[in-house]
């Protein structure tokens, strides 16, 4: 199985590297690219940067995911359903912002929960959990079921487009959360949520190689969803089937920079009565931008402080055992 692992790896971010380059320069000739505007904060950046990262990361996924597993499940074609409808919708949000436009809200909201639905109905979902006091499966209500399921893969896809606002953030994030989620897996003995957990991790580190500051691309919305969605199943169908209460708190901590960061950020604006889901510059890399910190220490900073929840959420895992 390490070898999987191994194979999984090397063919994913080979993919990726490979493929950004020419789809960097396909940006610039269609003008797919992302430029800086000085009536909004979040664009920092100083040059047109292309926006066409995300077909490199999804390519690099779905191909290496099911060369190595040949999981041609029902579940399967769900995920990747589910990735293909973030990415048209990512893509036409991208585009919108090329123009200097906003996409409508509320249809890239119905259309951002499409895929957590079509994932809970092939069968991956949060059933329940054992009862610590009596040792007892407690099975949710369907309707809790489907909830929670659509709540929680729904939150984390947009937890991680939020935290895409500086040079390497998002993708850096990304790849410490899947290393969790994978390490976790593994002491679970979950081999096909390891496994994707890895080639997270793989497209990840690629995608870093250009979007290190400073950044030669962007992944847009397209790539920040899509990464966030894969992470959130990986957890829903990985260490959330161990059905512990603790095992509850191990995605979040897996998760934990991006997930409470917004949390602080939707409670701030429900109680300035602000749209909650409207892009500003509250996140917490802005924050620290404010106050006078560097792009890479804030980097720096947010990364170490996610490898310290990661290694929380590993601790919480041996716990169990």
């Known amino acids: 199985?390490?070898?999987?692992?191994?194979?999984?790896?090397?063919?994913?971010?080979?993919?990726?590297?490979?493929?950004?380059?020419?789809?960097?320069?396909?940006?610039?000739?269609?003008?797919?690219?992302?430029?800086?505007?000085?009536?909004?904060?979040?664009?920092?950046?100083?040059?047109?940067?292309?926006?066409?990262?995300?077909?490199?990361?999804?390519?690099?996924?779905?191909?290496?995911?099911?060369?190595?597993?040949?999981?041609?499940?029902?579940?399967?074609?769900?995920?990747?359903?589910?990735?293909?409808?973030?990415?048209?919708?990512?893509?036409?949000?991208?585009?919108?912002?090329?123009?200097?436009?906003?996409?409508?809200?509320?249809?890239?909201?119905?259309?951002?929960?499409?895929?957590?639905?079509?994932?809970?109905?092939?069968?991956?979902?949060?059933?329940?959990?054992?009862?610590?006091?009596?040792?007892?499966?407690?099975?949710?209500?369907?309707?809790?079921?489907?909830?929670?399921?659509?709540?929680?893969?729904?939150?984390?896809?947009?937890?991680?487009?939020?935290?895409?606002?500086?040079?390497?953030?998002?993708?850096?994030?990304?790849?410490?959360?899947?290393?969790?989620?994978?390490?976790?897996?593994?002491?679970?003995?979950?081999?096909?949520s390891a496994l994707m957990a890895m080639v997270i991790v793989a497209v990840a580190l690629a995608y870093l190689k250009y979007n290190k500051p400073p950044a030669k691309i962007f992944m847009g919305d397209a790539g920040a969803t899509f990464l966030g969605f894969i992470l959130s199943v990986i957890a829903l169908d990985g260490v959330l089937k161990q059905a512990t209460v603790l095992s509850i708190f191990i995605p979040v901590l897996a998760l934990g920079v991006p997930i409470f960061d917004n949390i602080y950020v939707v409670l701030k604006r429900l109680i300035r009565k602000q749209p909650i889901y409207q892009a500003d510059a509250s996140q917490a890399h802005y924050r620290l931008l404010r106050l006078g910190l560097k792009p890479i220490q804030i980097v720096a900073f947010l990364c170490l402080v996610s490898i310290c929840f990661g290694l929380s959420s590993i601790i919480l895992q041996l716990v169990q055992f």
């Open 1 to 192: 199985m390490l070898l999987q692992y191994f194979i999984s790896f090397i063919m994913a971010f080979s993919i990726v590297y490979v493929l950004i380059p020419p789809l960097r320069k396909l940006a610039f000739k269609i003008d797919f690219v992302d430029r800086p505007r000085q009536d909004v904060e979040r664009k920092i950046h100083k040059e047109p940067i292309p926006l066409t990262a995300s077909y490199a990361i999804f390519i690099g996924f779905v191909f290496s995911y099911l060369i190595v597993s040949r999981d041609f499940s029902m579940q399967t074609g769900a995920i990747i359903l589910g990735s293909i409808i973030l990415l048209v919708i990512g893509t036409l949000d991208d585009w919108y912002k090329t123009k200097g436009k906003d996409f409508p809200v509320l249809p890239k909201l119905i259309v951002q929960l499409m895929p957590a639905v079509i994932v809970y109905a092939s069968g991956i979902a949060f059933t329940g959990f054992v009862n610590p006091l009596d040792g007892e499966y407690v099975l949710l209500p369907v309707w809790l079921q489907f909830i929670l399921t659509v709540l929680w893969i729904f939150g984390v896809t947009t937890v991680i487009n939020f935290s895409d606002g500086m040079d390497g953030l998002a993708g850096a994030l990304s790849a410490i959360s899947a290393t969790t989620l994978f390490i976790v897996a593994l002491m679970a003995g979950q081999g096909e």
